[in-house]
Every structure is written in structure tokens, then in C-alpha cells.
């Protein structure tokens, strides 16, 4: 089973530690595409998109959403990528599980409640 795991990365790497405990649980299921999201060495610059440019992450990523089975995403950090991602996978009629802790205080985003 492919996981397309979405998380926070130029909307804030506060939650990397989460993000972490996420993909490994899920990596008992099936295998992570987006394993890099939770690296702690990513930071909120983005990964390298010197060589390529942001339009390589994204095509790639667009990539990877299509082919994948089902998206988890941690949707607490506002991030706009993640956003984008989720509207994405919706109109691919994608399953998809978003996870959301009233705990931080914030309001969810209303694409989880689709
Ligand atoms: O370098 C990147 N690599 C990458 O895979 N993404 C994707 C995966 C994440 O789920 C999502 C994060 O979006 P944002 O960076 O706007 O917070 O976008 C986003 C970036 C940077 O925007």
C-alpha cells in the first residue's frame, strides 16, 4: 500500500517530532512516499530546490498523490501546501485522514470536514 503522508514544512517545522511518529506508524501499513516531510533536518526553507526548482517537488509530488492508495495528513500547523495537497487529492476522490488536535488551541481547517 503507498501512503502519501502530508505534513508542515514552509507553514512551520514545529510539529517535525509528530510527524515523525506518524510516518513510522504508518510505515507498519505500506510505504511512505513522502517519508522527507518528517526528516528533522528539513526545515521550513524547504528541501534543496536549487537543482531542480520548487516545480520538480511539486510535479513530483503530484506524482506521487495520484498513484498513491490513501493520504494522512497532520493538518494543525496551517501550512498552504498541505491545503493544496488535501483540494488535490479531493478531486481525485482519494481516501484521505486528517488528523487535528484541538489541544493546540486552533481552529481546524474546514477541508476536514469533507
Ligand atoms: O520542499 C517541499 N517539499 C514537499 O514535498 N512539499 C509538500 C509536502 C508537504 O505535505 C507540503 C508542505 O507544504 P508547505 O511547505 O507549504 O508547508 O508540501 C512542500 C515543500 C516546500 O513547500
Wanted: charged share 25%.
Amino acid at each position: 500500500m503507498h501512503i502519501y503522508f502530508c505534513g508542515s514544512i514552509r507553514g512551520g517545522r514545529d510539529d517535525v517530532a509528530l510527524y515523525q511518529k506518524i510516518v513510522k506508524k504508518c510505515q507498519q501499513y505500506g510505504t511512505v512516499l513522502t517519508e522527507h516531510v518528517s526528516h528533522g533536518h528539513l526545515t521550513e526553507k524547504g528541501e534543496d530546490a536549487s537543482l531542480e526548482g520548487d516545480k520538480a517537488i511539486h510535479d513530483r509530488d503530484m506524482k506521487w498523490l495520484t498513484m498513491t492508495d490513501v493520504i494522512v495528513a497532520e493538518v494543525t500547523q496551517p501550512s498552504l501546501g498541505v491545503g493544496y495537497e488535501l483540494g488535490r487529492a479531493l478531486d481525485m476522490q482519494k481516501k484521505i485522514f486528517c488528523l487535528f488536535r484541538p489541544s493546540s488551541g486552533r481552529g481546524a481547517t474546514y477541508v476536514t470536514i469533507k
